[in-house]
C-alpha cells in the first residue's frame, strides 16, 4: 500500500530524493527510506547525483527507476490479430509479434500461438538477462471479464473464448505469472504509464470495431467489483435501437463504432471498411452517418 504511491512517485518525478518522497507522499522519512531501501535491493530503482543546490553540502542523491530492473511480456487480443510485446520498467520496446486471427479460430488455437511466441523469447539468448527478470506476462482481451479469475465472460464476436481458463493454461504452459486484464484497462495504463505527471485521472475511450473504455483514478486504473467499470460500449445512446451483442439495444458500440459504420453505410454503396466509409464523407447520406455516430460518442462521452 505505501510502496506503490512512492513507485509512482519515482517513476513520474526522477531524479527525486528522499525528502521529496516523504513530503509529496505524507510518509514519514523512515518508512519512505525503508521502502526505497527495498527498491533499491530488488534492483527497480538506482541512485544518481542530483543537481547541486544553492548553498553548502554535497548535492542531493535521487531515486529514479532502473530500465533493466524488470521486464514483462504483453499479448492483446482484437478481433482480428493478436499482438505481443516485451518491455522494461521503462516502457522501452525490445522485442514485437504480431498474428493473423482468422474468424472463428478457436482459442486455444490462438493461446496456443502465445505460447509458442513466449518460449521463443524465453529460448532466446539475447533476451537472457531480460528473462532473468522477467515479472510476468500479461493478457488484454476485450470485455466483460471475471476479474476474480481472469476470464472472458459472453464475449460479444468470441463466443470460443467463453470461460476459457486462460490464466491456469498459460501459467502451465509457459511457467511465468499470468494477469489478464480489460483490453481498454490495458491501454488506459499504457496511456498512463506516459502522461505527464498532472495528468493523474481521466477516462480513455477505444474506438474501434468496437468501443470500450478504461478509468485511472490516481494513477491507478478503477476496475469497480466486476473488473469491467469504464465499459462504455454498452451505455445506451438509442433507446430501440440496433442490436447488441451484449444482449442491449441501442447501445453505443451497436451505433457508433467503425463495425455499425460498416454495416449502416452499405445502404448507400459497397463499403467493406471504416476507411472505405471515411473517405466517402463527401456524399450527404455518409456524412450524416458519420456525424451522427460522432454525436453519440460525444454524448456517452459526457454524461460518463
Given at each position: 500500500r505505501?510502496?506503490?504511491?512512492?513507485?509512482?512517485?519515482?517513476?513520474?518525478?526522477?531524479?527525486i530524493?528522499?525528502?521529496?518522497?516523504?513530503?509529496?507522499?505524507?510518509?514519514?522519512?523512515?518508512?519512505?527510506?525503508?521502502?526505497?531501501?527495498?527498491?533499491?535491493?530488488?534492483?527497480?530503482?538506482?541512485?544518481?547525483?542530483?543537481?547541486?543546490?544553492?548553498?553548502?553540502?554535497?548535492?542531493?542523491?535521487?531515486?529514479?527507476?532502473?530500465?533493466?530492473?524488470?521486464?514483462?511480456?504483453?499479448?492483446?487480443?482484437?478481433?482480428?490479430?493478436?499482438?505481443?510485446?516485451?518491455?522494461?520498467?521503462?516502457?522501452?520496446?525490445?522485442?514485437?509479434?504480431?498474428?493473423?486471427?482468422?474468424?472463428?479460430?478457436?482459442?486455444?488455437?490462438?493461446?496456443?500461438?502465445?505460447?509458442?511466441?513466449?518460449?521463443?523469447?524465453?529460448?532466446?539468448?539475447?533476451?537472457?538477462s531480460?528473462?532473468?527478470?522477467?515479472?510476468?506476462?500479461?493478457?488484454?482481451?476485450?470485455?466483460?471479464?471475471?476479474?476474480?479469475?481472469?476470464t472472458?465472460?459472453?464475449?460479444?464476436?468470441?463466443?470460443?473464448?467463453?470461460?476459457?481458463?486462460?490464466?491456469?493454461?498459460?501459467?502451465?504452459?509457459?511457467?511465468?505469472?499470468?494477469?489478464?486484464?480489460?483490453?481498454?484497462?490495458?491501454?488506459?495504463?499504457?496511456?498512463?504509464?506516459?502522461?505527464?505527471?498532472?495528468?493523474?485521472?481521466?477516462?480513455?475511450?477505444?474506438?474501434?470495431?468496437?468501443?470500450?473504455?478504461?478509468?485511472?483514478l490516481?494513477?491507478?486504473?478503477?476496475?469497480?467489483?466486476?473488473?469491467?467499470?469504464?465499459?462504455?460500449?454498452h451505455?445506451?445512446?438509442?433507446?430501440?435501437?440496433?442490436?447488441?451483442?451484449?444482449?442491449?439495444?441501442?447501445?453505443?458500440?451497436?451505433?457508433?463504432?467503425?463495425?455499425?459504420?460498416?454495416?449502416?453505410?452499405?445502404?448507400?454503396?459497397?463499403?467493406?471498411?471504416?476507411?472505405s466509409?471515411?473517405?466517402?464523407?463527401?456524399?450527404?447520406?455518409?456524412?450524416?452517418?458519420?456525424?451522427?455516430?460522432?454525436?453519440?460518442?460525444?454524448?456517452?462521452?459526457?454524461?460518463?
Open positions: 505505501h510502496e506503490r504511491p512512492v513507485f509512482h512517485e519515482i517513476r513520474c518525478n526522477a531524479p530524493s528522499r525528502v521529496q518522497l516523504a513530503e509529496r507522499t505524507g510518509l514519514s522519512a523512515q518508512s519512505t527510506g525503508t521502502i526505497v531501501r527495498s527498491l533499491l535491493d530488488m534492483g527497480l530503482v538506482e541512485e544518481r547525483e542530483m543537481a547541486r543546490r544553492k548553498g553548502p553540502g554535497a548535492p542531493a542523491t535521487g531515486i529514479q527507476l532502473r530500465p533493466d530492473g524488470a521486464f514483462a511480456l504483453g499479448f492483446g487480443l482484437e478481433r482480428d490479430s493478436l499482438s505481443g510485446v516485451l518491455v522494461d520498467l521503462a516502457g522501452n520496446k525490445h522485442w514485437q509479434y504480431r498474428r493473423r486471427v482468422e474468424p472463428g479460430e478457436p482459442a486455444m488455437v490462438t493461446l496456443e500461438s502465445v505460447v509458442s511466441a513466449v518460449r521463443s523469447v524465453l529460448g532466446d539468448r539475447s533476451f537472457r531480460a528473462c532473468d527478470r522477467l515479472s510476468g506476462l500479461g493478457i488484454a482481451v476485450p470485455g466483460p471479464i471475471n476479474l476474480a479469475d481472469g472472458i465472460v459472453g464475449p460479444p464476436d468470441f463466443p470460443s473464448w467463453e470461460k476459457v481458463p486462460i490464466v491456469s493454461f498459460l501459467e502451465a504452459a509457459v511457467g511465468v505469472p499470468v494477469l489478464v486484464d480489460n483490453a481498454a484497462t490495458a491501454a488506459a495504463l499504457g496511456v498512463e504509464w506516459h502522461m505527464p505527471p498532472a495528468h493523474d485521472s481521466f477516462l480513455y475511450c477505444y474506438w474501434g470495431l468496437g468501443i470500450g473504455g478504461g478509468l485511472v490516481g494513477r491507478e486504473a478503477y476496475r469497480g467489483s466486476t473488473g469491467n467499470a469504464g465499459e462504455i460500449g451505455i445506451v445512446v438509442n433507446d430501440g435501437g440496433h442490436a447488441c451483442a451484449c444482449g442491449g439495444r441501442g447501445c453505443l458500440e451497436a451505433e457508433a463504432s467503425a463495425a455499425a459504420l460498416v454495416r449502416d453505410a452499405r445502404k448507400y454503396g459497397d463499403f467493406a471498411t471504416i476507411g466509409v471515411a473517405a466517402a464523407s463527401d456524399i450527404p447520406a455518409i456524412r450524416r452517418l458519420l456525424e451522427r455516430a460522432a454525436k453519440r460518442v460525444a454524448a456517452a462521452l459526457v454524461s460518463a
